[in-house]
């Protein structure tokens, strides 16, 4: 199939209201450029570098979401330009995407990304720091609009398990939205797992290899 009917069948198969973004690390700016023409807006990468490169050369109505762990002293590459950043996973780097939007004299949409998973390779931050982020962060961190949450849920086939890291993390989202009204994006789900993810609640989910086929 082309890489138009695949968005298409995800896009289909996803109600109204969840966001899809084309997660497009590693592969070609022609593959981004034909989902963009046949009117994808969003598109997620993991990579700094590779980020600022594709950004260069690509239309400048896409918005881009950088969806991997990001190191401090990257950000200042992508402040100017980066339309959401999904891996805010400490306090510390919160404080330099702030830094860096003041320069450009913008605000960064930025999720916290809280770890969900049982495996230790997986970034995040607990929930106690986040809602710590949350209680300051409007005077805080001016320069950036933190509008949510992301979460990865382990890597497994088992099902219960990953409703369960899901569950988890929703039930964090409606407990912030009581008293944070900034709180209106839950970024979870990928390729293996976005159906689950969907239906315990997720309204922005992160598809790669579905639409552009298996990365090598
Ligand atoms: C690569 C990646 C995805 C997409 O993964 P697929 O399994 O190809 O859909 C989603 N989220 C993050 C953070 C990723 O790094």
Not at 8 to 23: G, M, Q
Not at 85 to 90: E, Y
Request: glycine share 6%; charged share 25%; aromatic share 8%.
């Amino acid at each position: 199939m082309s890489l138009i009917a695949n968005l298409k069948e995800i896009r289909n198969s996803l109600p109204e209201e969840v966001t899809l973004v084309a997660v497009s690390k590693t592969k070609p700016v022609d593959d981004i450029l034909a989902l963009h023409q046949a009117g994808q807006l969003d598109f997620g990468e993991n990579r700094v570098q590779e980020l600022v490169k594709k950004q260069e050369i690509l239309p400048d109505k896409i918005r881009w979401h950088l969806i991997g762990h990001l190191q401090k002293n990257k950000v200042k590459y992508i402040a100017g330009f980066v339309y959401m950043i999904h891996s805010v996973d400490s306090t510390a780097l919160l404080k330099e995407i702030n830094k860096q939007a003041e320069k450009h004299n913008r605000r960064i949409n930025c999720l916290l990304q809280i770890r969900i998973a049982d495996e230790d390779t997986k970034f995040g931050m607990e929930k106690e720091e986040a809602q710590e982020i949350l209680n300051h962060c409007k005077t805080e961190y001016p320069f950036t609009n933190i509008c949510g949450l992301m979460g990865m849920a382990t890597f497994t086939d088992n099902q219960e398990q990953l409703r369960k890291e899901f569950r988890t993390l929703k039930l964090y989202f409606d407990y912030f939205k009581t008293y944070y009204s900034g709180m209106k994006i839950l970024s979870m789900g990928m390729s293996g797992d976005y159906p689950i993810a969907v239906e315990e609640g997720s309204n922005l989910v992160r598809i790669g290899s579905l639409i552009f086929g298996t990365r090598t």
